[in-house]
């Protein structure tokens, strides 16, 4: 599934935001990616994936610093401002314009971000209030402390993930994980479920995160913030 592109623009010149916000919204990007422009408040920041400014750096700089949000997700936005200013001469780690600009700098500006985007996206696993980032084993949950899972930990939580509703059984964990014909007679399942189970429980003071139902496994939907 192709993910748009969540962007915000700040900026007092309302003729400069509503002309880039058609712009962008009518722009056919590759690989059938659209920007999605979105409102810059507090409650949608969290959302963003770019913003773009043509405030000066200093005043940009100080409207960041006064918002809420935690550092880290500041550092994940990718933050594009427009100025008239030498860009030797600016803070490095944001992206800059030079004005006057034509829509198509800005396009090829923005065609790298939405691959790194991608590539991201394929390697961190979100739903609800869960983020796994699967090339570090990591699960993080809310804002507790990350927990490492072994290798074959993080093959069946990625399984649970990736079941979603349908659940898993385990001849299907078996298959895909261990690669084994599902009729051998193994416990190899049950053991690291339940080191899986128990590191959750320890780490993120969770019970029956891992739920069981017929056979089925699931992630338990009402912990990670989602209904069934």
Known sequence: MVK???L???TSNILFEESL???LENYKFRNGRSVVVKDFTLENIKDLDVLVSDYDSTKFKEF???TKLQKDKLKEIEKILITQKRFELLPKGNIYLKRPFRIVELVEVL???FERMKSKRENNKVLGYISFIISDRKLIYKDKEAVLLTEKESDIFV????SEDRGITKEEVMSKVWMLNPNIETHTFETHLYRLRK??????ILNDFIINKGGRFYLNH???GEKN
């Not at 399984?159 to 990736?162: D, E």
């Open 4 to 6: 748009n592109v969540n």
């Open 8 to 10: 915000a623009i700040m």
């Open 21 to 23: 916000k058609t712009l």
């Open 64 to 66: 960041l610093s006064n």
């Open 111 to 113: 065609q790298p971000i």
């Open 159 to 162: 399984s649970l993930l990736n």
């Open 199 to 204: 590191k959750i429980k320890e780490s993120l």
């Open 222 to 224: 009402e912990l990670m």
